[in-house]
């Protein structure tokens, strides 16, 4: 009888739980693995993408801040899996069960409140995944690894230049990859024998077995003093008194043969605008076309992007652009920039280096530039955004690199104040 894969005996617990407050008011209405990204899709879908592409189809998604956003998208863009073949796909927003707190109190809190759910996907081993990234990951290789290395728990680790890695936790390996320290933002970060340059970054993807989770769980439960949290109690646990391995990430990217390995956190303003600019380039590092490890999502129904007028001063065009379905572009010029599903432009208007998420109006003589549009706001007739920065931040959020982010909040604002 052959045997079975690893990912069809394994589960992925997603923690799609936490605002990501560095989005400013992109989240004020959504959490953020919800919000957009690519085009038509939600961050949340790389995560689960990777986990569908790998051959795992059990997964559970533990929701907490604004998740009406994020369950909807779950429910229209995810709801294919079927429990007569043993595939689930379970939302687990914070309740109160067993005489607990109604929220998640730390990430492994979040799993620890639904072990009965996990017991009864009856799997052997447990992939846990934050939300919030941008990449594509072969899961199947990094469980390959922890079975093969007889791990306690095995951490996904990027390969960062090691001054890059003060803003992450850090791990200090031997030269086999067993972690022997889990430093938290360190200002002198460890780097990595036999290339001292280079030092491992957490991504925030742990492999355990589910046994051996479950009794770990359970003990940091009991403990007063714990925060309940992976990178703050249980990673740095098991590497002082079990067998932590590292991953490597360039182990298990999915990419063309020569690419770099891709990953990103698009936590910021800035780094939500750059790694959507950098899709329009000629050859992105990150490939969304790659129909053998596809970003799936939920896809709305809506008609071809059109674009009308061909006159000067007045013609809809894009350059080096992505234009999602339902898109009109009339009579506007578009430039390095990436439209949404169902984002509708008007005459005169010029969009350089632009980001409008779905169902966007840009109205007349517009001229947008290094911006972030959040969805369905309608943009003035006339108005100017990047060209005067002073300007634009008495009514907009203008970042130190000089990106702006508008929402219809702040455009009302502006329009009762003139």
Known sequence: MPTKRLTQRSMVFVLAGGRGSRLKELTDRRVKPAVPFGGKGRIIDFALSNALNSG??????????KAHSLIRHLQRGWNFFGAERNEFLDVLPASQRGGTES?????????????DIVDSYDVDYVVILAGDHIYKMDYEIMLRQHVDSGADVTVGCLTVPRMEATAFGVMATDKDGRI??????????????????????SMGIYVFDWKFLRDLLLRDAEDPNSSNDFGSDLIPDI??????????????CVREPGAPAYWKDV?????????????????????????????????????PAKFIHDERDRRGMAISSMVSGGCIVSGTEVRN???????????????????????VTVNRSARLRQVVIDGGVTIPDGLVVGEDPTEDAKWFRVTDRGTTLITQVMLDRRAADS
């Open 180 to 201: 022997t320290s889990f430093l938290e933002k360190p200002a002198d970060p460890p780097g990595i024998p036999g290339d001292p340059d280079k030092a491992l970054a």
């Open 337 to 359: 920039s990436v439209l949404f599903t169902n984002v509708h432009t008007n005459s005169y208007a010029v969009l350089d280096h632009a980001v409008l998420l779905p169902n």
């Open 56 to 65: 795992i189809r059990k997964m559970a998604i533990a929701t907490q801040y």
């Open 267 to 303: 936590g910021t303003v800035d780094a939500f605008w750059q790694a959507h600019i950098d899709l329009t380039n000629f050859t992105p590092e990150l490939d969304l076309w790659d129909r053998s490890w596809p970003i799936w999502t939920y896809n709305e129904s809506v008609p």
């Open 103 to 115: 929220w998640y109190k730390g990430t492994a809190d979040a799993v620890t409140q639904n072990i």
């Open 239 to 252: 590497v002082k008194n079990g067998k932590a391995i590292a991953h490597r990430f360039d182990d298990s």
